[in-house]
């Protein structure tokens, strides 16, 4: 969603003569261009007998066109400019949208135009395409959202293009003739891929002229019908007299106790000003004392309650309020169904009033008044999806738009949160289900809600346990930024005493009224042992849980603070607005000093952190393998299965002596980042800092923050059993030693392969849809990665793939052109030396630095040296001599699918 514009930009619209409507956004200071065409078509439009063909076309439009005939050109292009470039297809939209080096730009937008005019859509790229959609659908089968809506689909009116299946797979696509498909996507594209269905975005440093003459030679030959019947989907409605009041339960194991409440409201242009369901959703979801979410939370009937938009198209939207219910909550559904529309009652009858919702507005209209720069390429994809939505006036800001306080419009969208409006999905894991949903084949069981149940939930006098929130006196007016330039100056640092360390940075551009206070709380107890880092993590869960309703109103109000555990201790952050920072980080430091909790509590906490980390056993392969591999490298590092299988032992004891033992060793790293005074930040540090107990440090100088367990040379691999269908793998190749010239090698490494292996793996050799590279550091020890997972092959013919890239891509070096070479070396450089967007990426670097000891704030300025120094003899050396199949340090992490063959051997 766009939030406004900021001052650095410049923006004009036009219409060409074909009808192609077209915004160009200039700001000077960008290094990258970016582009954006979005389609007003999408799934709604595939044809019953094609499922799925709008995502085929969004794939096939990249592989070719008359002018540039080569299926790779595009990709290579922009990965060689240090681009990025991808698309995706929804309901009602397709956007393509890429960004690229500013010198490279015109050649790319030659490239991307011609795309619109002449697509090839060959006929030997269709069956491999497909192969890439089935493999995308089969990498997210398990996906608890997609199966819910799958089932949705299948409750609505079959009338309604909702209804029906739209990714697309194998079933839908593969078994047609090759030649059939090429013609229906032709007609496809012909019908709805014209120049007055699209909008065009641009966002550059070029000036306006340049780019309207690039925009004009480029884009004006996109066809538009003449007098031609435009086609449009009919859109009857979407559910009918069967559709609503079921009780669906389906299998899922990641999120075993959710209960999901679905409500699908029509959508009508004359919200647009009001927001109704922003404003519903900011009422529901509050975590005020005495709120629904409070209350459920405080009688152990949820962990939390999360508020989500499901579906929506023009003309409809679905409101999902998902309770995470915990095994009390579960035994007693009809009371929180109930206890919700209670509160649904009391909205109405009490809720609807002008300073609630001149409250919500004051928030969304800080937020545009102090909007920050996004990325180029995130700019231009929501500016032209907004273009199809709201009039140029409204384009940057529309989404979040909320001036009209209309009482009626508020409570007729109230109306449909009603028991004869509502469908209740509940995910549970048990596997005694006797339907299955189609596609996904998810086991579920359906029936509808009883009569009593319904009558139940028709509520008509209010529940005294349950309030509405109060009012917020951290939402106030805050005047819009003053752009205004102060003098560059570099990062002060004030030695406060021999435990605290302060820095402090002012931005040299914008009178910004956000900024960020980190402050760290070090101690070597979390070296010490496993369990040490486990209790931290119980600790800070308390923490937050019992800052939960104390913080709920700044954190509404766009002042947010975080806490989370590293190597050294704990960290808390207080950002957003500065005005009221001081007194947050106050009262969490103070809560630390002053912890406190009950065995009740504690045992909750540590029930409910065991639930967690055992459902992020459910996430991505990759995200397991990674988590799995800084367990292997860094010493007391709580993995998923290591904290699984050791937080049972942790006492209530242990907790409060651990909470003693750090308090009394820790020490202090403070950053204020923003338009901080210097001596205000030197007394604010000593009031946070003095009622904390005088330091005894401990002394662990005998234990490694990390292993070389790599060196000398050899492979470890190991099987980590995950519940997929697909095989998957992952190389990972480990520096003998933390350096800044590794460093170099290993970033440059990455760069020249990442491009070379996704286009031999994925696209030639068809081996899979999640395949990648990455740098990769791990307790600042340089490395890489190699990542595949695939429906179609066994781990160890996977990890013979990679193996056998390695081995033609040194040799492949030795043939690389000098001029390739050099071009190579100046976009790593250009990324590394890249501006940070915003006050959040300027405010993370410099605390990384600090956390990573870089106190010169000279890091990036010495690996680009060694980066320069690099030369062709040095590389392949490196490559030769770390990056090869044998003989390496390396670990290799694998799952092997039982539906495969071919797999590897273990230690």
């Not at 261009?33 to 799925?52: E, F, K, Q, R, V």
């Not at 499901?310 to 679905?318: A, I, N, P, V």
């Not at 209010?462 to 930024?481: A, C, G, H, R, V």
């Amino acid at each position: 969603m766009l939030l406004g514009l900021s001052k650095n930009y410049q923006h004009n619209f036009f219409v060409l003569n074909n009808k192609l409507k077209v915004c160009v956004l200039q700001n000077k200071n960008l290094k990258k261009s970016a582009a954006s065409l979005c389609i007003n078509t999408g799934h709604y439009a595939d044809p019953n007998s094609t499922l799925g063909l709008s995502h085929l076309l969004e794939h096939m439009l990249f592989l070719g066109s008359s002018k540039y005939p080569n299926e790779n050109f595009f990709q290579n292009l922009i990965k060689s400019n240090n681009g990025y470039v991808n698309a995706w297809t929804s309901n009602e939209k397709t956007v393509f949208y890429y960004d690229v080096n500013n010198q490279a730009f015109y050649q790319t937008l030659d490239v991307f135009s011609d795309f619109f005019k002449n697509p090839l859509f060959k006929k030997r790229l269709i069956k491999n395409e497909i192969k890439i959609i089935d493999a995308e659908f089969q990498s997210k089968i398990n996906d608890d959202f997609r199966k819910k809506n799958q089932i949705l689909k299948e409750l609505c009116n079959t009338k309604h293009p909702f209804s029906r299946f739209s990714s697309g797979n194998f079933e839908t696509l593969g078994k047609q003739e090759t030649q059939l498909l090429k013609e229906r996507l032709f007609n496809y594209f012909k019908q709805h891929y014209y120049a007055s269905n699209m909008t065009l975005v641009i966002v550059s440093p070029n000036d306006y002229r340049t780019l309207k003459n690039y925009i004009v030679e480029l884009f004006s030959e996109i066809k538009n019908p003449n007098n031609e019947k435009i086609i449009k989907y009919k859109s009857p409605k979407i559910f009918n007299k069967n559709s609503t009041q079921n009780l669906i339960q389906l299998k899922s194991e990641s999120k075993n106790g959710n209960i999901c409440l679905s409500f699908i409201i029509p959508k009508k242009k004359k919200y647009s000003k009001t927001k109704p369901l922003t404003y519903i959703s900011h009422i529901i979801g509050s975590e005020e004392k005495g709120t629904l979410h409070n209350y459920l939370k405080k009688n152990n009937y949820i962990n939390t309650l999360v508020i989500t938009s499901g579906m929506k198209d023009q003309k409809y939207q679905e409101l999902s309020i998902t309770f995470v219910a915990t095994k009390y909550g579960m035994d007693n559904v009809n009371l929180i169904v109930k206890l919700f529309f209670e509160y649904i009652y009391l909205i109405k009858s009490k809720g609807i009033e002008k300073w609630r919702f001149k409250e919500k507005s004051q928030m969304l209209q800080n937020l545009i008044n102090h909007k920050e720069d996004c990325l180029p390429i995130d700019l231009a994809r929501e500016t032209s999806i907004n273009m199809h939505l709201y009039p140029k006036k409204k384009t940057f800001f529309g989404d979040y738009e909320m001036s009209n306080y209309d009482k009626k419009i508020l409570l007729t969208n109230l109306d449909f949160l009603s028991p004869k409006n509502l469908n209740i999905f509940i995910f549970s894991n048990l596997t005694t289900f006797k339907l299955k949903s189609l596609y996904y084949q998810t086991p579920h069981s359906k029936q509808k809600i009883s009569q009593k149940d319904l009558n139940s939930w028709e509520i008509n006098q209010e529940n005294t346990d349950l309030q509405l929130p109060k009012p917020n006196p951290f939402i106030t007016y805050l005047k819009p930024s003053v752009k205004k330039s102060i003098k560059k100056k570099k990062v002060s640092f004030i030695k406060l005493n021999e435990k605290t360390n302060v820095w402090i940075k002012k931005p040299t551009k914008d009178n910004h009224q956000k900024g960020y206070l980190f402050v760290s709380l070090n101690s070597n107890i979390l070296k010490l042992s496993l369990q040490n880092n486990i209790i931290s993590k119980i600790f800070t869960e308390i923490l937050l849980y019992q800052l939960e309703e104390s913080t709920y109103q700044t954190e509404v109000a766009g002042i947010h603070v975080d806490i989370f555990n590293h190597a050294k201790g704990i960290t808390v952050q207080t950002s957003g607005f500065q005005k009221f920072q001081p007194e947050l980080m106050e009262r969490v430091l103070a809560k630390i000093i002053n912890f406190k909790v009950s065995k009740k509590d504690f045992i909750k906490t540590k029930s409910q952190l065991k639930h967690n980390y055992k459902q992020a056993l459910n996430q991505k392969p990759l995200n397991i393998f990674l988590n799995y591999l800084a367990g292997i490298i860094q010493p007391n590092y709580p993995t998923y299965y290591s904290f699984i299988k050791k937080i049972d032992q942790i006492e209530f004891n242990d907790i409060i002596n651990f909470k003693n033992l750090f308090l009394e060793s820790v020490s202090f790293d403070f950053l204020f980042y923003g338009n901080w005074n210097d001596k205000k930040c030197k007394a604010l540090t000593n009031l946070l800092t003095e009622k904390f107990p005088k330091t005894n440090p401990i002394n662990v100088n005998k234990i490694k923050d990390i292993k070389n367990i790599l060196y000398p040379k050899e492979t470890l691999s190991m099987e980590i059993k995950l519940k997929i269908k697909e095989s998957c793998v992952l190389v990972y190749y480990q520096a003998p030693k933390f350096s800044y010239s590794n460093i170099a090698f290993y970033s440059f490494a990455h760069y020249l392969i990442s491009t070379e292996f996704y286009n031999e793996i994925r696209t030639k050799q068809q081996l899979g849809y999640l395949i990648g590279t990455s740098y990769i550091t791990i307790a600042q020890h340089p490395g890489i990665i190699f990542y595949i997972q695939s429906s179609l092959a066994g781990s160890k013919e996977i990890l013979n793939s990679i193996d056998q890239f390695i081995k033609d891509f040194i040799l492949l070096l030795v043939s690389i052109e000098s001029s390739t070479w050099e071009k190579s070396k100046k976009n790593i450089l250009k990324q590394l030396t890249k501006n940070n967007q915003n006050t959040r990426e300027k405010a993370n670097r410099i605390w990384n630095s600090i956390s990573h000891g870089d106190y010169s704030f000279t890091q990036r300025k010495k690996i680009c040296a060694e980066i320069e120094s690099l030369d062709r003899v040095k590389t392949i050396s490196f490559f030769s001599n770390f990056l090869k199949p044998t003989n390496s340090a390396r670990v290799v992490l694998f799952h092997q699918s039982s539906l495969h063959k071919n797999k590897l051997n273990h230690e």
